[in-house]
């Protein structure tokens, strides 16, 4: 008897999962707004050189707002001295000759757009600018190392005292980082942030997946990733709504006071929990669940069938012990974690420089949000008919295809560029939507978060490397496309060769893997 056997027996996906999933996937909303938070809290106002203090207000116009990115690499500057005789306006004099030197005095930021951000706040802009982007580097460095030490806390302790531990993490340092006084403590609570949030998506994931029926899986998979889509679209009207980095940080992060409140209400996998010989724990689950969706009378019945499944486990479990390191196994952990590094890459790099499409970037957000609809209706249908590996393989080729085409549209061609941006993005939502439920599927329930945790690991890495390509624009306005898109072509060549999960159940066991594929 196979464990998907045992979640038929208490109701398929009834009641219990409905809410279970419903509850595990509301947090959704607020993790796409951690993971794209610095477009908001980090956005560049414009700005200008701030006056000296013997200057007034009515010689602006004659002192400052020299911008001097033909000669002064992209840096702003104020004339050294005043030049007055500019204010005639039949004045032929060459700008570019006149002598300037940097914002001696600071800068002055508009707050049209922004009231304030960790850039107006610490003076990230010119030689500091590159700071802006390490706050993401950072913070994604924090997502990675939580993928590596929740992931192995996961199988040791268990789904469910994780998750609830990153949901508190996540608002108490969330939080507190809105009292940061340096972008140094800013960082390091961002760190920590990205710690918890990883926590968050790995066991969020494994709970909720190996709760639900074979038959279930794939449409309740993408229909809860809806949920990331949707917080998109709340962090944009959140953040035109607030327009201050602080309060914002603090919207976005109180929520998980409540998903921590209700998380105790979960039930601990039975799946999870049978595998590490906890027979009477899963019992317990497994008649909750059975009560809940409204099939007492198996309760009995359940005894008998859980005793069968342990023993068919131990069995199992002393065999793996000789096919730990089998060639699928081995397979998995080099194949998947290079088109996981690539398809994070493409991912992030297109959606964390919202302000380089000359449009408002709370549009851009609510945009790139929005396609992400469609491009998750797309990848229903491919993993439902065509499955998991031919699907990943198409969307990271035809986003590649799109990254490319948009090198040779003319930067004056704004509209078509921003198109064909929306496209690719929504290519590459559609890959991370099959990479989340492939890699579940993937890996046996023993080493599940283990996997998952070294895959996220190297995901992580592609996330962190993307924003520090973004600079490469300043060397050739195309090679950082040229970069996202090699990294998907090179994510399509290695999903190629993963084996294919369309209708089969999660496996138990490094066994089970053997015999299903």
């Avoid at 198996?298 to 131990?314: D, Q, R």
């Amino acid at each position: 008897m196979a464990f998907s056997d045992l979640l038929e027996e208490v109701g398929g996906f009834g009641r219990y999962q409905w809410l279970h999933v419903t509850l595990i996937s509301l947090p959704g909303l607020m993790m796409a707004s951690q993971n794209l938070l610095n477009n908001f809290v980090s956005g560049i106002p414009a700005h200008h050189c701030s006056l000296p203090a013997n200057q007034s207000l009515l010689n602006l116009s004659l002192y400052t707002q020299v911008t001097t990115d033909s000669f002064c690499l992209s840096q702003r500057s104020s004339f050294v001295k005043p030049q007055w005789h500019l204010l005639t306006t039949n004045s032929s004099a060459n700008i570019s000759e006149l002598q300037t030197e940097g914002c001696v005095d600071g800068w002055t930021f508009d707050q049209s757009e922004f009231i304030s951000t960790t850039v107006s706040e610490w003076g990230l802009v010119c030689s500091l600018r590159p700071l802006k982007q390490m706050i993401q580097t950072i913070y994604m460095g924090g997502v990675l190392t939580g993928a590596i030490i929740y992931g192995s806390l996961s199988d040791r302790f268990g789904r469910r005292i994780v998750l609830i531990w990153s949901y508190l993490q996540i608002g108490v340092l969330g939080c507190s980082s809105v009292l940061s006084s340096s972008f140094s403590v800013y960082c390091i609570f961002r760190f920590l942030n990205g710690m918890a949030v990883s926590g968050v998506i790995l066991n969020g994931f494994s709970l909720k997946v190996e709760w639900i029926p074979t038959k279930t899986r794939t449409v309740v998979g993408t229909l809860s990733s809806f949920f990331f889509t949707f917080g998109q679209m709340i962090l944009a009207g959140l953040a035109y709504w607030l327009k201050d980095w602080r309060m914002l940080q603090l919207s976005v992060s109180a929520p998980h006071f409540l998903f921590f409140a209700y998380s105790w209400w979960y039930s601990e996998s039975a799946r999870w929990l049978v595998v590490n010989r906890r027979s009477e724990d899963a019992l317990k689950s497994l008649h909750r669940v059975a009560r809940i969706n409204g099939k007492p009378e198996v309760i009995n019945k359940l005894t008998v069938e859980v005793t069968s499944f342990i023993k068919y486990l131990k069995t199992h479990l002393i065999a793996d012990c000789d096919h730990t390191c089998n060639a699928l196994i081995v397979l998995e952990f080099t194949c998947e974690p290079v088109y996981r590094f690539s398809t994070s890459f493409a991912y992030y790099g297109l959606a964390m420089d919202l302000q380089k499409f000359g449009v408002s970037i709370y549009l851009m957000q609510v945009i790139f949000g929005a396609v992400d609809i469609p491009a998750k209706l797309l990848a229903l249908g491919l993993l439902s008919y065509l499955g998991r590996r031919v699907s990943q393989v198409s969307c990271l080729f035809l986003s590649a295809v799109i990254i490319f085409a948009n090198i040779f549209v003319p930067p004056d061609m704004q509209t078509l560029r921003t198109t064909l941006a929306c496209l690719g993005k929504a290519f590459t939502s559609a890959s991370f939507t099959t990479v989340y439920l492939y890699t579940g599927e993937l890996y046996p329930t023993v080493i599940r978060q283990t996997g998952m945790g070294f895959v996220s690991t190297m995901s992580r890495l592609g996330s962190m490397a993307a924003p520090a390509v973004l600079i490469l624009d300043e060397v050739w306005p195309a090679l950082p496309s040229i970069v996202y898109g090699g990294a998907a072509v090179l994510a399509s060549g290695f999903a190629c060769f993963l084996p294919e999960t369309l209708n089969i159940p999660l496996p138990d066991t490094v066994e089970d893997v053997e015999e299903k594929w």
